[in-house]
């Protein structure tokens, strides 16, 4: 078995007994950047998204009541169970699940107009594959947009960050920087630009409950 392997394998047990917690987790389910991204898409009524490694489907209904249609693709078949079950509580209908890996969508090329992705990139074994598959499946003049927890600049600080993730959740590869992220997306073709940076406030017993729930 590969590094990568072993690494999907630790996100779909940890994720897996954790699906139900993330699913009425407030800090997935209200976080400003929600409204920050659904504004910088720009999105239009006709327009198909993905939202890539989609988790509890929080990003998908964010997304919903403004486009067509949205594909919710995660690793994790519990929480794609935990999407359809939000999607039915709002009545939204135009979300549908598939399961799938970042490094290897399961979508045509040219699929969609807008790939979104929120809090999942910090478990990506290969964050350059993914990002050129979703320039893969992306249509000519589509927009990526992602959303995800950044290291700090100061390498300590980094290293103090990086420990604690590990230490919480054995599924977590890295947080990048800013920088990071901006020189692998255009490497992947993309003209990226920050739009914005926030602090995400977390309890933090309940961060450390969330992915301990059983």
């Not at 690494?7 to 940890?14: G, I």
Request: net charge negative.
């Amino acid at each position: 078995m590969t590094t990568g392997d072993s690494l999907k394998q630790a996100v779909q047990q940890q994720f897996g007994s954790a699906a139900g917690a993330y699913r009425t987790s407030q800090v997935h389910a209200a976080g400003v950047d929600l409204a920050l991204m659904v504004q910088a898409a720009r999105l239009a009524a006709t327009d198909e998204v993905l939202d890539a490694g989609c988790g509890a489907g929080h990003t998908a209904l964010a997304f919903a009541p403004h486009v067509a249609q949205v594909i919710a693709c995660d690793l994790t078949p519990a929480m794609l169970e935990q999407v359809r079950r939000l999607a039915q509580e709002q009545g939204r209908h135009n979300i549908v699940t598939r399961q799938g890996d970042v490094e290897a969508l399961p979508f045509d090329a040219a699929s969609f107009d807008v790939v979104v992705s929120r809090y999942s990139a910090h478990h990506w074994a290969r964050p350059q594959q993914a990002l050129h598959e979703f320039a893969r499946v992306l249509k000519p003049g589509g927009q990526f947009i992602l959303s995800d927890v950044i290291a700090p600049e100061d390498y300590a600080a980094d290293t103090f960050l990086q420990t604690i993730e590990l230490l919480r959740d054995t599924s977590h590869v890295r947080d990048h920087t800013a920088a990071e992220w901006l020189a692998r997306l255009a490497a992947a073709g993309f003209t990226a630009a920050v739009v914005a940076e926030f602090a995400i406030p977390l309890h933090f017993g309940q961060w450390l409950q969330r992915i301990a729930h059983r």
